[in-house]
């Protein structure tokens, strides 16, 4: 069965504290795996996909991994505005063309001054 | 260039009631997704529009809910009657090509009473 486990649930961190979000799946016919980052009130905001093993992306304090099994969201010196809910999503193939996304319950990240 | 919008963002209904929700789709994009997220659980899929077609609506709880999109534009899905488990957030999300990231809109938050 098609899974994502996102971990931890929630994280809280000083500002400045870097540390790392996990997402790890099962899935058949792989798409992509994207993040998204959430705030309260709002649809999902896309932030990356990654496609293959090995990949990476950055963008601005967040950088973004890839391996077989899991994906990580790493977080560099996080500040205040950093703070929400970040999911982790799969996208599966549809017959051949583009299907919908299986997401994580997302990891709430808390970021004090 | 305008997102993903929907409408209403906020309803409240009678179990037994009708409701109709809207999705404007980001211009051009071809492929429409609708999504629910209940009390404590991930975001799941419903339904997805290639234009005015549905390519797959496995996600679709019941016959109850029907999603139309007139002329591969704007999409609404209704839930008649509504049931107390249909509450929840509604969000719809929209894409161009093939792998390429969706845009979701704000939510529509349903609840039923």
């Known amino acids: 069965e098609d899974q994502v486990t996102q971990s931890p649930e929630a994280l809280r961190l000083q500002e400045g504290e870097s540390s790392s979000l996990n997402c790890s799946y099962t899935?058949?016919?792989?798409?992509?795996l994207f993040w998204y980052r959430q705030d309260p009130g709002k649809g999902p905001e896309f932030l990356f996909t990654?496609?293959?093993a090995g990949e990476e992306k950055e963008k601005e304090r967040l950088k973004a991994t890839l391996t077989k099994k899991e994906s990580f969201l790493h977080i560099t010196a996080p500040k205040p505005e950093d703070s929400a809910t970040y999911l982790c999503a799969v996208g599966k193939n549809y017959g051949g063309s583009q299907g919908n996304l299986i997401f994580g319950k997302g990891t709430k990240l808390s970021v004090k001054p | 260039e305008a997102g993903v919008t929907q409408f209403p963002s906020h309803s409240v209904i009678e179990k037994g009631q009708t409701v109709t929700l809207r999705c404007d789709p980001i211009?051009?994009?071809?492929?429409l997704y609708w999504y629910r997220r209940v009390m404590g659980k991930e975001i799941k899929f419903l339904l997805h529009?290639?234009?005015?077609?549905?390519?797959?609506e496995s996600g679709m709880p019941n016959n109850r809910f029907l999603a139309e999109r007139t002329g591969g534009t704007y999409s609404t899905l209704k839930v008649q009657p509504a049931e107390l488990e249909d509450s929840g957030v509604y969000f719809c999300a929209s894409s161009a090509d093939r792998g390429n990231e969706a845009f979701f809109g704000q939510g529509t938050r349903l609840t039923v009473v």
């Open positions: 990654l496609y293959s």
């Open positions: 211009s051009g994009h071809d492929n």
């Open positions: 899935v058949s016919g792989l798409r992509g």
């Open positions: 529009f290639v234009k005015e077609s549905k390519q797959d």
